[in-house]
């Protein structure tokens, strides 16, 4: 018999099993994947679409190990490495001052000055994972449920 609790909190679901058959593995990478497809789905709808350039760097994942399964919904920095901080000043606001060098524009110089960000927090992406946090744990559930119930069944 193969027993487990779903455990979900305020940044993630996570389901915790005494074993971790094979075929299980397989079955919740795939409803991960779709869950992930998902979220990524609503994050990209709800981010600012100005230049587009969060909706190019915006990436689902969907990562295994032996024991354990990931998806996750990034938007990554520049050149497709570490994190975004301009992604991060709209999802989470920014309302600081900080300052800006001098430079030339229009045959000027503009000497060094400090500049305030005043950016109202969006929650694209917070706001997706919740949206969605029911409808995983009982995607996840079933998954799950049927999955050992067939295991059971063979064995």
């Keep these: 018999m193969i027993d487990f609790k779903v455990q979900v909190n305020?940044?993630?679901?996570?389901?915790?099993?005494?074993q971790?058959?094979?075929?299980?593995?397989?079955?919740?990478?795939?409803?991960?994947?779709?869950l992930t497809d998902?979220?990524?789905?609503?994050?990209?709808?709800?981010?600012?679409h100005r230049t587009g350039q969060l909706q190019i760097e915006t990436?689902?994942?969907?990562?295994?190990?032996?024991?354990?399964?990931?998806?996750?919904?990034r938007i990554l920095g520049p050149g497709g490495?570490?994190?975004n901080v301009a992604a991060a000043?709209?999802?989470?606001?920014?309302?600081?001052?900080?300052?800006?060098?001098?430079y030339r524009r229009g045959g000027g110089r503009?000497?060094?000055?400090?500049?305030?960000?005043n950016i109202t927090e969006l929650r694209f992406l917070r706001g997706a994972a919740e949206g969605i946090r029911a409808t995983a744990a009982a995607e996840l559930q079933r998954a799950i449920t049927e999955t050992i119930t067939e295991i059971?069944?063979?064995t």
């Design 110 to 117: 503009v000497g060094a000055y400090r500049r305030r960000a």
């Design 81 to 83: 490495r570490g994190h």
């Design 10 to 18: 305020d940044s993630n679901i996570k389901v915790v099993f005494d």
């Design 20 to 34: 971790f058959p094979k075929k299980l593995q397989a079955n919740l990478k795939k409803a991960i994947a779709s």
């Design 59 to 73: 990436r689902r994942f969907v990562d295994e190990h032996e024991n354990w399964i990931r998806g996750r919904v």
């Design 152 to 154: 059971n069944r063979t």
């Design 38 to 48: 998902k979220v990524l789905a609503r994050v990209l709808a709800g981010e600012p």
């Design 89 to 102: 000043a709209l999802e989470y606001g920014a309302h600081r001052s900080f300052p800006v060098r001098s």
